[in-house]
């Protein structure tokens, strides 16, 4: 694998950095990550550069070209993503280019239906950061994300699939017949239907080292990146819930122990599942226990961890580390036009004929009922993790997109 030639002087407690790495990892660019706070040398030279000044990020670029404290839309000017669409209005507007998104446009875009998706940072979601896919039917060898996220943005865009990269929605407005979708940059783009398509993120714990290894010793699925630890002499598993408990039992199928770290004094995950980890001699929960650090030399290594009652601090060595503190759904855009559950995950479908008073959203409610994957404004649709009773799984999103695209075939068909 080539040298990455794109350097970040930053620091780790920069938010801008920490967004401009993400904006490269989701557009699976490489790039090389310099502390100016632990490298003297680099510190002087980013003082060099900013005219005695110490701004982060400075950023680097192979063709000499220096870019300080740049926005996401200026990083996507420099490597050349499209940002613009080619038309106003569009019959399908998908927002997130995920799994989800990219099967329902390419399904609709086969029935005839002029597509646009609009992504905020690179195609595929998350599926397209997962070092190795093993479970996704049809590669019984598995492939890699940035793969098999390449391979359906390229079919989505052999049937007319237009895609926007590193472009925010910010809003979804209603003005009948139409609905319309605002970005980031100001432009509006009008379509009979939109399907929200934005996923979930994972929560990360926020310290030091998490965004160097996410997907070369830190993980977000067990199911997906368990199998390739197989033998292990330790994996750990940070969480305490349900997710946490669960995927730590299944961890024990690859790992000769399992490692369970827990903030609190307790499990929450339910009792079941209490018991069961209880009955497993290879599994240690490890309680009021946190992790300071994740250190390593171009994959994880280290695990720092620190007891919150007495002071302790230890290194652990374990071959991955897996991370269950929870999903927040990309909702928030959308959190005054469409109805949420309790989580923030957009209900669709059967779900909505328990919420009362629907009819208060829309008249069309008085002659039918929502379609599978409709919100309760008539012609949003909602798909994949950001959808209520979702599973985070690459083949239900492809699946969820597929049923998504009939749904909207069906729905234009009434306008």
């Not at 919420?355 to 919100?375: I, Q």
Request: aromatic share 8%.
């Amino acid at each position: 694998m080539a040298e990455p030639q794109i350097i970040v002087y930053g620091t780790y407690w920069c938010p801008d950095c920490k967004r401009a790495k993400k904006f490269f990892g989701e557009q699976r660019v490489m790039y090389h990550s310099v502390d100016i706070e632990r490298d003297d040398a680099a510190r002087e030279y980013v003082e060099k550069i900013n005219h005695g000044k110490r701004i982060v990020p400075t950023i680097v670029f192979p063709d000499g070209s220096i870019l300080v404290e740049p926005s996401n839309a200026e990083l996507a000017a420099k490597l050349g993503l499209s940002t613009k669409a080619q038309d106003e209005f569009y019959d399908l507007i998908v927002i997130g280019g995920g799994v989800a998104g990219l099967t329902a446009a390419l399904y609709a875009a086969r029935e005839g239906i002029e597509t646009l998706i609009i992504e905020k940072s690179g195609v595929g979601g998350q599926a397209g950061l997962t070092e190795n896919i093993a479970n996704y039917p049809g590669f019984p060898d598995g492939i890699s994300g940035a793969e098999l996220a390449e391979r359906f943005s390229t079919q989505a865009r052999r049937f007319g699939v237009e895609i926007l990269q590193a472009m925010d929605v910010k809003q979804v407005m209603l003005k009948d017949p139409f609905r319309v979708v605002v970005t980031s940059d100001g432009m509006q783009y009008c379509a009979h239907a939109i399907l929200i398509a934005t996923g979930a993120d994972y929560r990360r714990l926020n310290v030091r080292g998490e965004d160097d290894f996410i997907g070369a010793g830190i993980h977000f699925c067990a199911t997906c990146d368990g199998p390739f630890y197989k033998g292990a002499d330790e994996l750990v598993v940070v969480g305490g819930g349900n997710s946490a408990v669960e995927e730590g039992l299944f961890l024990t199928k690859f790992a000769k122990k399992v490692t369970l770290l827990v903030r609190g004094d307790s499990l929450k995950a339910s009792k079941t599942a209490q018991d069961e980890i209880s009955n497993k001699p290879n599994i240690e929960v490890r309680y009021n226990t946190v992790v300071q650090e994740f250190r390593g030399n171009g994959k994880l290594e280290t695990v720092v961890i620190e007891n919150q009652k007495n002071g302790k601090v230890e290194e652990l060595h374990p071959a991955a580390a897996f991370i269950f503190i929870g999903l927040t759904p990309n909702s928030a855009p959308f959190k005054d036009l469409v109805e949420r559950d309790a989580y923030g995950f957009i209900r669709t479908g059967h779900d909505l004929l328990h919420v009362a008073n629907l009819e208060h959203y829309s008249e069309e409610w008085r002659t039918r009922h929502p379609f599978d994957m409709e919100t309760c404004r008539p012609g949003i649709f909602a798909a994949g993790d950001v959808r209520a009773g979702a599973t985070a799984q690459i083949a239900s999103a492809a699946g969820e997109g597929a049923s998504a695209a009939l749904s909207i075939r069906d729905y234009l068909k009434l306008k």
